[in-house]
């Protein structure tokens, strides 16, 4: 069939709060040669798209300003140097923006089969979450088995993602969440410990776990305050990996610490890596937690489900904070 020329999209208006969020209507873009068009089936809502709808995450040069950094449906276009995907292909994809329309474009290496069994709903919850996790905790933390892992927001759906994968490939697992529901939640999905740290001191319950040896490897998305709290927690050699600064980007920090037990502090933001780091991620991926989707070791955990016309809903669940896990968009 021929393809369309426009198509509906989500737009921001302005900057502002989730309410800015208006449906458009847009051209259905072109693939590049190495590109595919992916006829979206549902996208991820994510904590960078309400920061760029805030105003205070713009994408990077060259990217469309359309949100939506992770998609499911099937390939509708290929560019000209794609041989590995056909038109037809079901596919999951990691994407530079413009999730939250009915066509997007994306390199061809940062899509991913449809593990069997998925919706594209499931499926669309892959992307976004399981780069970010395998990037930050398995390639920059280097998490082995046998090591202590403490991720903060535990019920998110970076934490539920990385509390899954952390304990299948052998890892102890705490983290913290804000309610005690939350707590349990996490403790059902592998955490060894959940810490409401609404109610608790969450450094004095890590030592009282795990004495002065520390835990190895934290996966922090709050920053602010918790650097320090999480210098103190690590153990020698211990890895403080950050992702996001939802608590603040600066705090006081005495580094004495880090310095006397060998301690790594690193971070990194998805969006601006290079397409071959991205495809490079993809890969192993693939190679190494496909597989724990298809048997259903690990899987994604959904909360709830919105239209596109209804994003503005979806934002607002999510900085409500009242999800456990991924809030999705169903496009067709």
Same mark, same amino acid.
């Given at each position: 069939?021929?393809?369309?020329?426009?198509?509906?999209?989500?737009?921001?208006?302005?900057?502002?709060?989730?309410?800015?969020?208006?449906?458009? !209507?847009?051209?259905?873009?072109?693939?590049?040669?190495?590109?595919?068009?992916?006829?979206?089936?549902?996208?991820?809502?994510?904590?960078?798209?309400?920061?760029?709808?805030?105003?205070?995450?713009?994408?990077?040069?060259?990217?469309?300003?359309?949100?939506?950094?992770?998609?499911?449906?099937?390939?509708?276009?290929?560019?000209?140097?794609?041989?590995?995907?056909?038109?037809?292909?079901?596919?999951?994809?990691?994407?530079?923006?413009?999730?939250?329309?009915?066509?997007?474009? $994306?390199?061809?290496?940062?899509?991913?089969?449809?593990?069997?069994?998925?919706?594209?709903?499931?499926?669309?919850?892959?992307?976004?979450?399981?780069?970010?996790?395998?990037?930050?905790?398995?390639? %920059?933390?280097?998490?082995?088995?046998?090591?202590?892992?403490?991720?903060?927001?535990?019920?998110?759906?970076?934490?539920?993602?990385?509390?899954?994968?952390?304990?299948?490939?052998?890892? %102890?697992?705490?983290?913290?969440?804000?309610?005690?529901?939350?707590?349990?939640?996490?403790?059902?999905?592998?955490?060894?410990?959940?810490?409401?740290?609404?109610?608790?001191?969450?450094?004095?319950?890590?030592?009282?776990?795990?004495?002065?040896?520390?835990?190895?490897?934290?996966?922090?998305?709050?920053?602010?305050?918790?650097?320090?709290?999480?210098? !103190?927690?690590?153990?020698?050699?211990?890895?403080?990996?950050?992702?996001?600064?939802?608590?603040?980007?600066?705090? !006081?920090?005495?580094?004495? %610490?880090?310095?006397?037990? %060998?301690?790594?502090?690193?971070?990194?933001?998805?969006?601006?890596?290079?397409?071959?780091?991205?495809?490079?991620?993809?890969? $192993?991926?693939?190679?190494?937690?496909?597989?724990?989707?298809?048997?259903?070791?690990?899987?994604?955990?959904?909360?709830?489900?919105?239209?596109?016309?209804?994003?503005?809903?979806?934002?607002?669940?999510?900085?409500?904070?009242?999800?456990?896990?991924?809030?999705?968009?169903?496009?067709?």
């Amino acid at each position: 069939m021929p393809l369309p020329e426009s198509m509906t999209v989500i737009e921001i208006s302005q900057p502002g709060g989730p309410d800015v969020l208006i449906p458009g !209507n847009r051209s259905v873009p072109e693939p590049k040669a190495t590109e595919v068009l992916i006829k979206v089936a549902a996208a991820g809502v994510n904590r960078p798209d309400a920061l760029q709808r805030a105003g205070s995450y713009p994408p990077p040069p060259g990217a469309t300003d359309l949100l939506g950094l992770e998609v499911a449906g099937t390939i509708a276009a290929c560019g000209a140097e794609v041989n590995d995907l056909s038109v037809g292909d079901s596919v999951c994809a990691l994407t530079p923006g413009g999730g939250y329309a009915e066509y997007c474009v $994306t390199p061809a290496a940062h899509c991913l089969p449809i593990p069997t069994g998925y919706d594209m709903v499931r499926a669309a919850a892959l992307p976004e979450t399981f780069f970010t996790v395998w990037h930050n905790v398995f390639q %920059r933390g280097k998490l082995a088995s046998g090591e202590t892992f403490l991720v903060h927001g535990g019920s998110s759906g970076i934490g539920t993602t990385a509390i899954q994968l952390a304990r299948s490939f052998g890892a %102890r697992v705490l983290t913290t969440a804000g309610s005690d529901e939350k707590c349990r939640f996490c403790e059902s999905i592998g955490a060894e410990r959940a810490i409401n740290y609404k109610t608790e001191e969450w450094p004095a319950v890590i030592r009282e776990i795990v004495g002065r040896d520390g835990v190895d490897v934290i996966l922090d998305m709050v920053g602010g305050d918790y650097i320090q709290s999480n210098i !103190n927690a690590l153990g020698l050699n211990g890895r403080l990996v950050m992702i996001a600064f939802l608590g603040g980007s600066k705090a !006081n920090v005495d580094f004495v %610490r880090m310095m006397m037990r %060998r301690q790594t502090i690193t971070g990194s933001t998805l969006r601006p890596q290079s397409d071959d780091a991205k495809a490079e991620i993809a890969h $192993t991926l693939r190679e190494n937690v496909w597989p724990l989707l298809e048997s259903g070791e690990v899987k994604p955990v959904i909360f709830e489900t919105f239209t596109l016309q209804d994003a503005a809903q979806a934002h607002k669940l999510m900085e409500s904070s009242a999800h456990m896990g991924k809030i999705m968009l169903s496009v067709a």
